[in-house]
């Protein structure tokens, strides 16, 4: 029977939206650069250099680090939203959490070392 | 006016599933399915079961699934159905104990977790009523005038699945002692809904609003009450 108490969810809740809203500012500025600035005009299509070029900048690297932060756990909590609706099971539960927290960390490594890592090729 | 209704039926007694019947029927113009329910009733098979009261829409006992729909079938104009076929099917989701009769004690026991009543911490007032401002009172439109047929948490995508959710119909009654000048426990109230099993498992589906026969909007309260938990934390 339903009790109410263990006041879990607010808090993601929270974070959803807020990472959700700025999702949007980022997507947009992604969209504009990739499809918009960075197209070469007479290719019509984006190319390395200008791309290469903006990524080698540590402002941009933190841009898309937090881009990246925020767009794995805006998914992976939405994950665990759809997985909450339909298990119960507390054991259930806590192995899944496990698996989507180690899920978001090895996206998180991988992502951040791609990005950390970038030289362009001159 | 004929109609074919074609009607879930279930005896837990006697059946080990549930199965369909079809009635043929011929209705006077302006008949509600609740009309053509109790006629066949009443002259076709008496065995056909189903909750039913006031008539008028005020005692929620006849909601029921119309046409995949939740309706209250005393409000229901056949002809509004524009289909010469009418299913008939219990509220989804709360278990049948006879034909069109749904066990509700799930519902109510949501009901009374959201402590659907005035809570005063301090002794009432003995020399006049508790009064509201007409603003305040305001506040509370939409949210009294549920009148507990289930249409609404039946139709819940989210109480399919976590049949420990409270469900619009609670929440929409938490809403409305929550935002009642009068009430003087917001904390606890906010404390019982601020639960995975409580707001955060509404997914603004909207559901609920299509099937409120009292044109409610149980998930704009819900919103409501999510704001109000988040307020009180930050
Ligand atoms: S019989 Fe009372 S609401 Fe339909």
Known sequence: ?122 | MAVTFRIYRFNAEKDAHPYYQEFNVDLPAGSTVLDGLRHIKDTMDGTLSFRRSCRHGICGSCGMTINGVNRLACETQITNLRSKKIEVEPLRSFPVVRDLITDMTPFYDRYEAVKPYLIDLKSPPTDRERLQSPEDRRKLDGAYECILCGCCTSSCPSFWADKDFLGPAALLKAYRFVFDSRDQDMGERLRIVNDKHGLWRCHTIFNCVEACPKDLNPTWAVAELKRAVIRQKV
Not at chain 1, 31 to 52: Q, S
């Open chain 1, 1 to 122: 029977m339903f009790a109410g108490s263990s006041n879990t969810g607010a808090t993601l809740w929270f974070f959803q939206r807020i990472s959700g809203l700025l999702l949007v500012v980022l997507l947009l500025l992604h969209f504009g650069l990739i499809h918009g600035t960075e197209v070469d005009e007479e290719l019509h299509r984006v190319t390395y250099k200008p791309v290469a070029e903006r990524l080698a900048s540590s402002t941009w690297k933190t841009i898309d680090l937090a881009f990246l932060f925020l767009a794995v756990f805006h998914g992976l909590s939405g994950v665990w939203m759809v997985l909450g609706d339909y298990v119960h099971r507390t054991w259930a539960r806590n192995l899944l959490f496990t698996v989507v927290c180690i899920l978001g960390f090895v996206l998180l490594i991988l992502g951040s070392v791609t990005l950390l890592s970038f030289k362009p090729i001159t």
